[in-house]
């Protein structure tokens, strides 16, 4: 039975791995779980090593001295403020990593390693983008388009295996819904600790982003089902070698979800939410052109893919620093002891951003599909249960 080491593991996506291989005792034996900090004890077959990534590749393979694996699941991720920092931090993670396994002969065992990267492969980050990506769609050139960390990660990775006989694949995950012990930067949390201080403060549910977005086509991953996906794309033949979408599998939009966040917190959505006045609003262009600018011609879209923007109605992250908001965030955490630093670290530019965009997202399943993926997770199910999540650990009420 093969063992396997998952980097990240404290993370949103790499901790629900864990979790996912330990499930599995009758395909997985010793997990190897890799990160700065240890938050969790994921049982007896579970073995942590403290490492920082960012260090030098021979202290990593001191640290890593005994751990023998054929898998290899990539889900650490740190965040910069650039994409070029970005870049070269999360690539630079990677190279170490795969050179701590080779000075310790670690490589020669491997067999296939997942690499764990997101929609940001299609530029969803800088503005409209062909509807549905597909995994076939050409890379954005760097320049003009900013440099994208996961190209140089997915480089690193290729030219490992190339020179070591190796296998790969990739992930492409959207929106994560999940929920990490301590880490606050995910959308849920935003969702809930927004919604639970509306209700503080006695308002209605209004939604933060722009108008666009909340009719708008969009698409989810949980990351429970993100890590059966990595389960089944590191033991299927066919998935060597081969980057993946990996969707919750039905489409789905905020008009839809909104109203029943609202229901789940004892809140209404106004009626008139969108002609109501906006003190708080902000907007923030785009890159000067979409992705989808890349496919213009050839989808006859010529001078229509203009600039994309981020326009929202209620900017999250000056709403949190309001004094009211903070104030009944003081409450609440007294009444209802709250992890008091919930409100200052969510994920409140990312939500932003999220939700103020202009255009769809969706990406296709079709690849996964074609090879037997069957798995499926209906996405308000997903978005239920990690509010009760972070109920219980008591980031909201
Ligand atoms: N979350 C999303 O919505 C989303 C969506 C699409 C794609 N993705 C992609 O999925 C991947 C994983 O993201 P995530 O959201 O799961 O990240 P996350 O929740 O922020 O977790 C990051 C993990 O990396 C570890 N890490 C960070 N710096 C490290 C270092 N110097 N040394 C060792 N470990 C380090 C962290 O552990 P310690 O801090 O304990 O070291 C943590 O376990 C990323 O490529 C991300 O872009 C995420």
């Known amino acids: ?143 003009p388009f900013p440099k994208n960390f996961y190209y140089r990660q997915q480089r690193i990775l290729h030219e490992f295996c190339e020179t070591h006989h190796t296998e790969w694949a990739v992930t492409y995950s959207t929106e994560v819904l999940g929920f990490a012990r301590g880490n606050f930067m995910n959308l849920a949390s935003a969702i809930g600790i927004y919604a639970a201080v509306s209700k503080e403060l006695g308002d209605e549910l209004v939604w933060p982003g722009s108008t666009e977005f909340y009719t708008a086509v969009t698409v989810f991953t949980d990351a429970k089902l993100h890590a059966q996906f990595c389960n089944w794309v590191a033991l299927e033949p066919k998935a060597a070698n081969e980057a993946f979408n990996i969707t919750n599998g039905d489409a789905d939009s905020w008009m839809n979800l909104w109203p029943r966040v609202a229901i789940y917190f004892g809140l209404r959505v106004p009626a008139d939410q969108f002609s109501r006045p906006t003190p708080l609003a902000s907007e923030k262009p785009l890159a000067p052109q979409p ?82 993926w069957t798995g499926y997770q209906d996405n308000w199910e997903n978005l239920e249960r990690t509010l009760g999540e972070l109920r219980h650990s008591k980031v909201i009420p």
């Open 1 to 143: 039975m093969p063992s396997a080491i998952v980097t990240g593991a404290t993370g949103i996506l790499g901790r629900e791995i864990t979790l996912e291989l330990c499930s599995h005792p009758e395909q997985w034996d010793r997990i190897y779980t890799v990160s700065r900090s240890n938050t969790e004890d994921f049982g007896p077959r579970v073995k942590h090593a403290h490492l920082d990534l960012t260090g030098k590749p021979e202290d990593m393979a001191r640290n890593l001295e005994g751990v023998q694996a054929e898998y290899v699941f990539f889900a650490a991720y740190l965040q910069k403020d650039s994409e070029d920092e970005a870049t070269r931090v999360n690539g630079d993670m990677l190279a170490s990593f795969l050179k701590a396994l080779e000075i310790n002969g670690v490589h020669t065992k491997i067999k296939r390693i997942i690499l764990v990267c997101g929609a940001k492969n299609y530029g969803v980050h800088l503005g409209a983008v062909k509807i549905p990506m597909e995994e076939t769609d050409p890379w954005m050139p760097e320049p």
């Open 291 to 372: 992705p989808l600018s890349l496919q213009a011609d050839a989808a006859g879209l010529a001078g229509r893919t203009s600039q994309s923007f981020v326009r929202q109605r209620v900017d999250l992250q000056k709403w949190s620093q309001t004094k009211e908001v903070r104030e009944a965030w003081k409450v609440m955490v007294e009444k209802d002891g709250l992890d008091a630093k919930a409100l200052e670290k969510a994920s409140w530019a990312f939500a932003g951003f999220a939700w103020g965009r202009d255009y769809s997202q969706i990406i296709s399943m079709s690849k996964a599909r074609k090879l037997g």
